[in-house]
């Protein structure tokens, strides 16, 4: 007898997603995952298509979101050079939990418990067939296409925000 798959409960980026009429496809993770890495792998798509989503902040204590492939690095001198800002960093953990509501390695792009942050989305991931974003829980992913995503990310900036990993 086959085994029927639990039902991921609605989360808050999904919920966005709908609200805003954009199509999304979920996907559940046999384990929970934590990196794009192992997300790609569970779905057994390449890792470029699995987005990273990173928490910000700059010298005057304001937080951004970055969004990048999960094969490449966010630069911070490159976004610092956008932003007229070089000491923009990574926010640490209990920051990014606070203003996201989410954990770290389950943040998604969407969806955040303080609204909408301001957001800079490397320009590789509009050249990808279709994205994968976390639906803010371990267990779960979201894909959509690129130009949904940046349907749900309106007034998002597209730069070159990248290098290699």
Known sequence: MARK???????????????????YVVH????????????????GIPVSQVLKAMILRRSDRQFMLAVVPGDLRLSLKKIGAALGDKNVKLAEERDVERVTGFRVGSVSVLGFRR?????YVDQCVLDLEQVIISAGRPDAALALSPDSLMQALEGAEVGDFSEEG
């Open 5 to 23: 798959k639990k039902r991921v409960p609605k989360t808050m980026p999904m919920r966005m997603l709908e609200r805003k009429g954009i199509s």
């Open 28 to 43: 559940e993770h046999a384990h929970k995952q934590y990196t794009a890495e192992d997300v790609a792998e569970d779905l």
């Open 115 to 119: 609204g909408t942050l301001h957001t």
